[in-house]
């Protein structure tokens, strides 16, 4: 069964400053996908980030990049310039490749606090 | 936008109670899934659809049903609810696993209370 790792409960960082989210996960498929999701609080989970196994090229979205090392099984989230906006509950998610339906698995969250 | 629902923000019932979560969504996906947010433990899967009247388990199905009659409505049956069933509860939807934007778009999530 595959497993995704994210050791880090809590992260806090400055207003405008950088911070990374760090995800590891356990698999012995070698297609799939990878997500960053966002949760503020008391709103709904939306996605931040996709990444395919098959791209080597790290996925960006604006102030979000990840830094995926495939064969380290690492699923990285950096968040440049932070925003107040940004303070939410990050998960890392994965899901296999492949036709049929699928849940996703998910890490336990990491709980982004920023500091103004 | 996709946009999906769930009948009650919050809800509160007793020990014994049979419990319906509803969810809708107005996007015609055929997947849909039911999960369950604890702090620490993360999402974890309840059950998924992959089209009307279909329905898988997912890991933790036991002390839950569900039902889809319709492509656009999933509901989440707690049979006899139970304390430790107190949890939030979160509705997804997305298009086909091989489609090319595979994603699951959430509801606003259902904060239930067993008494």
């Known amino acids: 069964a595959q497993t995704v790792t994210q050791s880090q409960p809590e992260m806090s960082v400055q207003e405008a400053e950088t911070v990374t989210l760090s995800c590891t996960y356990d698999?012995?498929?070698?297609?799939?996908?990878l997500f960053w999701y966002k949760q503020p609080p008391s709103r709904q989970m939306i996605l931040v980030i996709r990444q395919e196994a098959y791209k080597q090229q790290n996925a960006t979205e604006n102030r979000f990049s990840v830094n995926f090392q495939k064969a380290a099984k690492s699923f990285s989230l950096k968040i440049s310039d932070s925003q107040l906006g940004d303070a939410a509950m990050y998960f890392c998610a994965y899901r296999r490749a492949g036709g049929g339906a699928d849940g996703l698995t998910f890490g336990k969250g990491t709980h982004l606090i920023i500091q103004p | 936008d996709v946009k999906v629902t769930q009948s009650s923000r919050y809800l509160v019932k007793r020990t014994g109670e049979k419990v319906f979560l509803e969810c809708v969504q107005d996007?015609?996906?055929?997947?849909m899934f039911w999960y369950r947010q604890d702090p620490g433990l993360g999402l974890r899967l309840i059950y998924f659809?992959?089209?009307?009247?279909?329905?898988e388990k997912g890991d933790i199905p036991e002390g839950y049903s569900v039902s889809r009659e319709k492509k656009e409505r999933f509901s989440l049956i707690l049979e006899s609810a139970s304390t430790n069933q107190t949890s939030m509860y979160l509705c997804?939807?997305?298009?086909?696993?091989?489609?090319?934007?595979?994603?699951?778009?959430f509801g606003p999530g259902t904060r239930l209370t067993v008494t």
């Open positions: 996007m015609d996906h055929e997947n």
């Open positions: 997804a939807s997305s298009l086909r696993a091989d489609s090319p934007t595979y994603e699951q778009y």
């Open positions: 698999t012995s498929e070698s297609d799939y996908y």
């Open positions: 659809s992959y089209d009307v009247k279909m329905k």
